[in-house]
């Protein structure tokens, strides 16, 4: 763990219900999103990750261009994807564009990539679902190749070929900030290990501790591949309020509405009151009073030995302004207070 814990927020882009309970439009949603990022500046985060979807329950779908609006509404926050699908995108393309922000916002950009838990981008871009695998393979390659800014001589089954190719704009202050997405899987803690990325872990059910074992393989696996150690973070779900009580009802109808629908869509079953419960006295929901969020969030930055913690703020058709609240919490009350906790220790 670095000298001190950075401490994100990241969001779908989630549509979410207006006062009397109906769904926003995707504009205002959108506009709301652009509120949110300047208010995480405002008190003081250190990093916004915008996710990629193509689904109607998310607003982003683009999340570039939303990046770049955050870059002209802010003037210290870093900012990224939490995902980009590089699978069902053209590596070129993802680097040239994240090149240009790094240069817009004067080195604030990062880059989270993943295979997506998602699929509606295979169909919609015209990619063989069926080639999931080999098309991340080959593109993280090429993408590290390009993210070296020179010339690169490239060759693979998923796109065309490079023959000693440069990639414009480069980036003024060294290396693009790359991240890996990770949700479970050893192959891609090796993988992301193999390229000396960041390794940005999607914990989103269980205790945080059972994925102590995956920190541990990185580690190893970077001994193994000669890469200097990079920073390790964690994604996570959660909601800030006053109290315990009211933060846990008002995330619930929120939270169990959307696991339920993708779980109807997987084969879960539906999540019960006692299962959300259970989730936040001892698993990946940090949801309650700042120092109960706290103090959770310190607990899994010293089990894992964390760089950077991300709090998914946004959680299904949970309101902007209780959204806008649970920013400012985390803000002006969780981080100092983590940060004292973990100093303390």
């Known amino acids: 763990m670095t000298q001190q814990l ?173 991240w890996v997405g990770v949700g479970g899987s050893p192959e891609s803690v090796v993988r992301t290990a193999r390229y000396g990325f960041n390794l940005a872990l999607a914990i989103i059910g269980g205790e945080p501790a059972r994925f102590a074992p995956y920190v541990d393989l990185f580690h190893r696996a970077l001994a193994q591949f000669g890469q200097p150690t990079p920073m390790i973070g964690v994604h996570s779900p959660g909601h800030i309020a006053d109290t315990d009580e009211q933060a846990r009802e008002e995330l619930w109808p929120h939270h169990s509405e959307m696991t339920n629908r993708i779980g109807r869509e997987r084969g879960w079953g539906p999540m019960s009151r006692e299962s959300f419960e259970h989730e936040a006295d001892t698993g990946s929901l940090y949801v309650g009073s700042p120092e109960t969020v706290a103090n959770k969030i310190a607990t899994t930055a010293k089990t894992l030995g964390l760089d950077r913690f991300d709090l998914k703020y946004s959680n299904g058709t949970l309101g902007h302004d209780k959204l806008m609240k649970s920013i400012e919490l985390y803000g002006t009350v969780v981080a100092p207070r983590v940060r004292e906790i973990l100093a303390e220790s």
């Open 6 to 178: 950075q401490l994100g927020v990241d969001t779908f882009g989630d549509v979410t219900n207006d006062s009397e309970g109906n769904p926003l439009g995707y504009g205002q949603v959108l506009r709301n999103l652009l509120e949110q990022a300047v208010l995480a500046d405002g008190v003081g985060l250190d990093y916004i990750g915008v996710g990629e979807h193509h689904r109607k329950e998310f607003s982003v779908s683009a999340p570039e261009v939303v990046l770049a609006a955050i870059a002209a509404r802010t003037e210290n926050i870093r900012f990224g994807t939490g995902v980009t699908v590089l699978s069902s995108d053209d590596p070129v393309r993802v680097y040239e564009r994240f090149a240009t922000l790094d240069g817009l916002s004067g080195g604030r950009a990062e880059i989270t990539l993943g295979r997506g838990s998602f699929t509606e981008s295979f169909p919609l871009f015209g990619f063989d679902l069926t080639r999931y695998q080999e098309l991340f393979e080959e593109k993280l390659e090429l993408f590290s190749e390009l993210r070296t800014q020179q010339p690169v001589t490239w060759s693979g089954a998923t796109r065309s070929s490079l023959s000693d190719q440069s990639v414009f704009p480069r980036v003024d202050n060294g290396l693009l900030t790359t």
